[in-house]
């Protein structure tokens, strides 16, 4: 029986020939798995990665904005900062 069974609001699984392939929200293939418990694996992770790079994102956003405050630049300047400081 062919079905597509969706895992989280960003991606979806779907059979494959004898694979089974994660499909992001853009339609994209991800990656294809032996199993659908391998991709459902993959799914959690992928999801877990996606809210680690938006918690991410927040904090860099609000840094530039301290940053920006704090020494009175712009996000440009701000930003150049934070990278140089980050590595």
Known sequence: MLREA??????RIRPFG???EIIDDAGERVAAFKTEREAEHEID???SD?????SARLLV???VNALMNMRHVDSRTA????REAAD
Do not use: G, H, K, N
């Not at 996606?50 to 938006?54: F, K, L, N, Y």
């Not at 930003?79 to 934070?82: G, P």
């Open 61 to 63: 956003r609000m840094a």
């Open 79 to 82: 930003r150049y900062w934070i």
């Open 50 to 54: 996606d809210a680690m790079w938006e």
């Open 45 to 47: 992770v992928l999801v």
């Open 6 to 11: 969706v895992m989280a609001d960003e991606y």
């Open 18 to 20: 004898a694979q089974f």
